[in-house]
């Protein structure tokens, strides 16, 4: 069964037509992205605009909410049974 939030997204229904965000970039604008089993093969890692020098999340946020958006369940209990809503796509990660 999809997680509750696909259902009430209506990303269940894009699922059942074949489209999970292959293709898709989605910029996450926050605390960073950090590389995690998650995104494995789905991050990209845009700027640093916080004056920081490094793309690490210190902060967690910005990986949360990228997991949200593209993340495999790879973390997630369950072994996968929490992906995004649309999993294939791709997160470019920019630090502010």
């Keep these: 069964m999809p997680p509750r939030s696909s259902?009430?997204?209506g990303?269940?229904?894009?699922?059942?037509a074949g489209n999970y965000g292959k293709g898709i970039g989605v910029a996450v604008i926050?605390?960073?992205?950090?590389?995690?089993p998650d995104?494995?093969?789905?991050?990209?890692h845009g700027p640093d605009l916080s004056g920081e020098g490094?793309?690490?999340d210190r902060f967690g946020h910005g990986t949360v909410m990228a997991g949200g958006i593209a993340g495999s369940g790879a973390n997630s209990?369950?072994?996968?049974?929490?992906?995004?809503?649309?999993?294939?796509?791709h997160v470019?990660?920019?630090?502010?």
């Design 92 to 96: 470019i990660g920019v630090k502010t």
């Design 39 to 44: 995104l494995r093969g789905h991050l990209i």
């Design 30 to 36: 926050d605390t960073g992205v950090s590389s995690v």
């Design 7 to 9: 259902a009430c997204s």
């Design 77 to 89: 209990p369950g072994n996968g049974s929490r992906t995004g809503l649309p999993p294939q796509a």
């Design 54 to 56: 490094s793309t690490i």
């Design 11 to 16: 990303a269940s229904t894009a699922w059942r």
